[in-house]
């Protein structure tokens, strides 16, 4: 899928944690038909992880919703979604929590990083 410069610009940013950067996160999104955000996200980690959470919201001018997923691993430290958010009424926007519990991945090393909130916009 193509997008535009807001969604190009969500992949470059960063994963973070307490001793620096752990990786990248990403979230691009396009509206579809039956108030539906088409929505591609995920992360890629330095090391092996050993669970993740990860939440994606959309908020339209009227209304939003959001997806959620969590699990063990992955051993390769890449994880990539490609879900649709329904229920989104209007033009808005969407992305990844900032610095959330609910968009987290730890480590192999019990280090715990945190994305730092890719957003997209979408008509």
């Known amino acids: 899928m193509s ?3 807001d969604q190009l610009r969500a992949q470059s940013q960063a994963i973070a ?12 999104g396009a509206k ?3 108030d539906t955000v088409a929505v591609n996200t995920g992360f890629q980690v330095f090391l092996a992880a050993s ?3 990860w939440t994606v919201y959309a ?3 009227i209304t939003g919703n959001s997806w959620y ?3 063990l691993g992955p051993a390769s430290g890449y994880k990539n979604w490609n879900v649709g958010i329904s229920n989104v009424v209007g ?11 609910s968009a987290s991945v730890i480590l192999v090393d019990g280090t715990v990083c945190y994305s730092v909130g890719p957003t997209f916009t979408f008509n």
């Open 3 to 5: 997008f535009g410069s």
């Open 17 to 28: 944690s307490d001793v620096g950067n752990c990786g990248s996160s990403w979230a691009t």
């Open 32 to 34: 579809i038909a039956n």
């Open 51 to 53: 669970e993740y959470d």
């Open 59 to 61: 908020n339209g001018f």
């Open 69 to 71: 997923t969590g699990g």
């Open 91 to 101: 033009p808005g926007w969407g992305g990844v929590p900032y610095a959330s519990a």
